[in-house]
């Protein structure tokens, strides 16, 4: 199937000819038609499956073929990267479209975004938090807007912006397209799909908490003080072009990267105590290849564009199997083949557990000099004893107390 097959705008496809973009990606294909039509849609797909150019494509033609004052799309997004990422997208289509655009978010200043929200843009791309501050500052109204989406909603949800967008809900029109999109839809995300919607048409791409096929994944058991030694050891010996390499905290994220710029790695630190400008110079560094290991919190573990990391690295084991698939997602992407290493500590084995009994199997434990002894709860069905799954969890944690 080919673009030119659906009812876009003649000058949108050529915008995507300019790209060599000329096949739609399944979830393209399944979503451009339906939300042609206006409908609300629930979309569901893998990161790196072309989501944004799926309510792109029809929301800009839908917005071209209005009249009247009714023309404008706003997208919600949770960080400012993603914004970013989705305006950049967005932009070339809409200027070819004659449609005025602009991307509002935390980390620079107001004025700029100020000046483009008053002159009456059609599509604005925002952060929630900021979106808010400048309709408190009465610098945007939104009674205009007639189509919504809103990207990546499970990290909404995780992040907390579900209060700040209900209070942006309650600035729409009730008469609009409101569109959904996300890598996993859990059933909190579900029920407020519910109360945001109507009738929405529900498309699912693949299993939602599955990372590629293309994913080679494996495990090293370590202890929490030579995590950093291995994580030198690995880059080392494996030559790596490019890690994304993953922790839980700003602290520990500076911390990693001041250690492996002293062992002499080009390396870019990226969180949300950063700057915007520190952050977007860190990310084009990694993507230009300035840089080979990009170490990040999760604020970089969701859609963003990212082409190339041929090594995702949790240095801290995920605390849910969603943030998990999201964060080895970074790899493997279009087909591309990639690599995802995660260190478990002893005392991580119930977060290892919740992550393999998603995945519906265990992970490949690496043979290494300093690998620690790791309790393992959980059992694939076919290798369970019959009735004897209860019994093997009360051993384990019974072993790990007398150690």
């Not at 876009?8 to 451009?32: A, G, M, S, Y």
């Not at 004052?69 to 914004?83: F, K």
């Not at 996993?184 to 599955?210: W, Y």
Request: net charge positive.
């Amino acid at each position: 199937m080919l673009f030119e097959e659906f009812a876009i705008d003649p000058r949108c496809l050529k915008i995507l000819k300019q790209q060599d973009i000329h096949q739609p990606t399944p979830v393209q294909e399944k979503t451009i038609p339906i939300a042609l039509e206006g409908r609300d849609v629930v979309a569901s797909a893998q990161t790196g499956t072309g989501k944004t150019l799926a309510f792109a494509l029809p929301a800009l033609t839908r917005l071209v073929r209005q009249s009247g004052p009714n023309r404008c799309m706003l997208v919600l997004a949770p960080t400012r990267e993603l914004a970013r990422q989705v305006h950049s997208v967005m932009l070339p289509l809409a200027k070819t479209l004659g449609l005025r655009s602009v991307c509002v978010h935390g980390g620079v200043g107001f004025q700029d975004q100020i000046i483009a929200l008053r002159k009456n843009c059609n599509i604005i791309v925002a952060t929630p938090g900021r979106l808010l501050d400048h309709i408190g500052r009465k610098n945007v109204h939104l009674r205009h807007v007639s189509i919504l989406v809103i990207d990546e909603a499970d990290r909404m949800l995780d992040m907390g912006f579900i209060p700040d967008v209900r209070e942006i809900l309650s600035q729409l029109p009730k008469e609009r397209q409101t569109m959904m999109f996300s890598a996993t839809f859990p059933p909190e995300i579900i029920r407020l799909a519910a109360d945001m919607q109507r009738d929405p048409v529900r498309i699912q791409i693949g299993a939602i908490s599955a990372p590629a096929e293309t994913v080679q994944q494996s495990i090293y058991t370590v202890a929490q003080p030579v995590k950093v030694g291995l994580l030198i050891k690995i880059l080392r010996e494996k030559q790596i072009r490019s890690a994304l390499v993953f922790l839980r905290t700003r602290h520990r994220t500076d911390y990693v990267a001041k250690a492996l710029h002293k062992a002499g790695f080009k390396v870019q630190a990226i969180h949300g105590d950063r700057t915007q400008g520190q952050r977007q110079q860190a990310l084009e560094g990694f993507r230009k290849g300035r840089y080979n290991v990009l170490v990040a919190t999760d604020i970089a573990a969701r859609g963003l564009d990212i082409e190339g990391v041929s090594h995702v690295i949790n240095f801290d084991i995920p605390k849910t199997s969603d943030e998990y698939v999201h964060r080895i997602g970074r790899t493997g992407r279009a087909s591309a083949t990639g690599e995802a290493i995660t260190f478990v500590c002893p005392d991580e084995f119930m977060a290892l557990r919740t992550i393999e009994r998603s995945l519906g199997r265990n992970l490949p434990r690496e043979a290494w000099e300093g690998a620690v002894h790791v309790i393992s709860l959980y059992q694939p069905p076919s290798e369970r004893p019959a009735g004897g799954r209860r019994l093997n969890i009360r051993r384990s944690r019974s072993l790990l107390r007398r150690r």
